[in-house]
């Protein structure tokens, strides 16, 4: 008797832990799944110079080549939003994108944009961002709250800034898409 119990005694105290330790990461796991928000920011495509008096000019052909190439690129990619600024050329560059997505473009001033509220109405969704050579780096630096890119070059038709939000900590990378 005295050998069984001695070889019980430790399978109890076995059970006893492993239903505590069970029990405890009930208990303790809280936690919920983080809350993601991926930013895509463009600037518009190449433009129509022919008119240098033209203060919205449309695309030109390698600029509509261009917002096709960007409904490409973000053809994987399940958007939830698409915003663009009253302009042509924005408006054109996105339009590819909106159609393929069945997304309506949601138009916005980036000068009296609130930038947390923006942000809050977007939480949790993939959203494109179709703006200017100063306006888009603006808001990445707005929207990661640190001013780290400077205004593109005006031959920049190329980049791709992605922004991703998780659990309010922003990290971001900047791409050249060709």
């Not at 936690?31 to 449309?58: G, L, M, Q, W």
Request: aromatic share 6%; with cysteine.
């Amino acid at each position: 008797m005295n050998r069984t119990m001695r070889t019980i005694k430790p399978l109890i105290a076995l059970a006893i832990i492993l239903v505590g330790s069970i029990g405890c990461k009930k208990d303790t796991k809280i936690a919920e799944d983080p809350v993601i928000s991926t930013f895509y920011f463009i600037r518009h495509a190449e433009k129509d110079r022919t008119d240098p008096e033209n203060p919205d000019p449309e695309l030109n052909q390698d600029g509509l080549d261009r917002a096709i190439r960007w409904a490409e690129v973000f053809d994987p990619i399940p958007l939830d939003m698409v915003y663009s600024t009253n302009y042509e050329r924005t408006s054109m560059t996105a339009a590819p994108t909106s159609i393929k997505k069945d997304i309506d473009i949601k138009y916005y001033d980036p000068r009296d944009m609130d930038i947390e509220a923006f942000k809050m109405e977007n939480e949790g969704k993939n959203v494109l961002v179709v703006g200017h050579s100063n306006t888009t780096p603006m808001l990445v630096n707005k929207i990661i709250g640190m001013e780290k890119y400077d205004a593109m070059d005006d031959s920049d038709n190329s980049s791709l800034f992605i922004v991703r939000i998780i659990d309010g900590v922003p990290t971001d990378i900047r791409l050249k898409i060709d």
